[in-house]
């Protein structure tokens, strides 16, 4: 769930990189801190632990990735280390993508299927709801055992189910 916190640094955020022009740069710096954030595990429980100063957390901060990426995400991660909202940095730059996907239209798609597949049949997929439905889609694959053959696809709202389960649901029903 998202917090009204992350709600607010996002927005912040999202107005700077548009009314800088830089919406490209800064996602694509955020999803390289969210990569760095979730491996880098130690970095974060660092950033958390009480007994840490605030003073040496900012320092943390300015030392990995001042002069790396933008100095108003920066900024942006070193006010929220003072104001003790670190816990919220990752929520932040999550909600901040999602901001700028919807900008640009790209829609969240899961695709579930039963067995593994190959990068090529989900670029196919892709392919066709994207013409489909008539805009760029970003897509998660996630295994479901259930699913003998076929795969469901959810769009933001929209499902999509061509699993073998669900063409037998349909032959019941026309049955019945």
Sequence with gaps: MVSIISTKYADALYKIAIERELLDEYKNEVIQLVAIFEKEKELMQVLLHPEVPINCKVEIIKDLFDNKISKE???????????????????????????????????????????????????????????????????????????????????DDIVIDRSVENKIKNIEKAIS
Excluded: P, W
Aim: charged share 30%; glycine share 4%; net charge positive.
């Design 73 to 155: 995400i920066v900024a942006l991660m070193m006010i929220m280390i003072q104001k003790n909202r670190q816990t919220y940095i990752v929520d932040v730059f999550r909600e901040f993508i999602e901001k700028v996907e919807k900008y640009y239209h790209i829609g969240n798609a899961v695709i579930t299927v039963g067995d593994v597949v190959s990068e090529e049949y989900i670029k196919r997929i892709q392919d066709v709801v994207e013409n489909k439905i008539g805009r760029k889609i970003k897509i998660t694959t996630k295994q479901d055992e259930r699913i003998i053959a076929g795969f469901k696809i959810k769009i």
